[in-house]
């Protein structure tokens, strides 16, 4: 079963347990699909790259729009940015730890030959490729630069 229907089946979930909230979050995901999916040039069935795609720009809108709402002291369209995040999220593959990204940079380092900081776009190339989905882009760019600075 595709992330497509995984959704649907939750949004008939929510909406028998009345969880409004939650059947909210699970309806924008649903609509980016769509659009994504009649868009001029795209296939009839997303990948589940693009769906990952579609579901990471989601979770990162969310947490920017609870961030703003955060400094202009609405909390509670912040509450409800953070839940639709957090609800949304579920849906993303597991993410990898700091840990386990600084080890893999180092291999990717080691393969491309990086030598130091001013290799960082040979090294952002293939890590953001080999990253994708499982790690937050910001977070793969800060060890990199991390990475790099120790070489």
Same mark, same amino acid.
């Given at each position: 079963?595709? +992330? *497509?229907? =995984?959704? #649907? #089946? !939750? %949004? ?5 347990? @009345? ?13 980016? *699909? ?12 997303? $990948? $589940?790259? =693009?769906? %990952?795609?579609?579901?990471?720009? +989601?979770?990162?809108?969310? @947490? ?10 609405? /909390?509670? +369209?912040?509450?409800?940015?953070? *839940?639709?995040? $957090?609800?949304?999220?579920?849906? +993303?593959?597991?993410?990898? $730890?700091? !840990? ?5 940079? @180092? =291999?990717?380092?080691?393969? %491309? ?6 290799? /960082? ?9 080999? *990253? ?20």
């Amino acid at each position: 079963m595709n +992330l *497509f229907e =995984t959704i #649907n #089946n !939750d %949004i008939k979930s929510a909406m028998l347990a @009345k969880e409004k909230e939650k059947l909210e979050a699970l309806r924008a995901v649903k609509a980016a *699909f769509l659009l994504a999916k009649s868009e001029k040039g795209a296939a009839d069935e997303l $990948s $589940s790259e =693009t769906e %990952i795609k579609i579901i990471q720009k +989601l979770v990162k809108q969310r @947490k920017e729009s609870a961030e703003v709402y955060k400094t202009n002291n609405r /909390m509670d +369209l912040y509450e409800k940015e953070v *839940f639709e995040a $957090s609800v949304i999220e579920k849906y +993303l593959p597991q993410q990898l $730890s700091e !840990d386990e990204i600084v080890a893999q940079l @180092k =291999t990717i380092v080691a393969q %491309i030959g990086a030598k130091g900081p001013q290799d /960082m776009g040979k090294v952002m190339g293939l890590a953001t490729k080999h *990253f994708a989905g499982k790690a937050e882009g910001k977070v793969v760019a800060e060890k990199v630069k991390q990475v790099l600075a120790g070489l």
